[in-house]
């Protein structure tokens, strides 16, 4: 748990990891607060997010060994569709601008297709990187990353959209997976994977 490779997990999940748990819990009360649904507009409308984000999940690792298969060794390729993820989010950052909550869900839509290449293809590195012996250890420390990111941006969200607006929740989810990017581009060059192939 103290090498490169399983921090710079750790802290990916950590930064990422609650922006999706964003989507998933706060996405109701920002339409009822800030675009004035009711219940059944909630239920027409809110469930087309995670349409896009399962499709993206399911894309996102079939795109990866598509490369793969056409010659790419396999950090170039992972690190590909995670960084298409990670371009979608900053879209997020538009989404409490928008002048109506069609292109606001819509932003949201790219939440959550961004998230799906992104952690379809995060969530394999742990077999990518180590033996098969830690797999499991570095899949569940970063996880716990995920889960310790979690609780502090529920907190923390709470807290800012009780005093403020959702406006500053967006901003930060959408500069999330790009930090994050960074952080794997940085602490996990090509050379340090296990796997090549």
Known sequence: MRTREAIAL???RTFTDPVIYFVIFWLPAYLVKERGFNQKMIGKYSWLPFVFGGIAYLLGGWLSGWLMNRGWILPKARK????LGAICLPVAILAPFAPNAGLAITAICFITFGHGFWTSNLQTLPADLFPGHE?????GFSGMGG???GLVANLWTGYIVSRFSYAPIFI???LMHPMSMYIIFRMLPDSRFARQR
């Open 80 to 83: 590909r569709i995670m960084l």
């Open 172 to 174: 930060t989810a959408g």
């Open 147 to 149: 889960a310790i990111g």
């Open 10 to 12: 750790c802290l990916a």
């Open 135 to 139: 797999v499991g250890t570095v899949a």
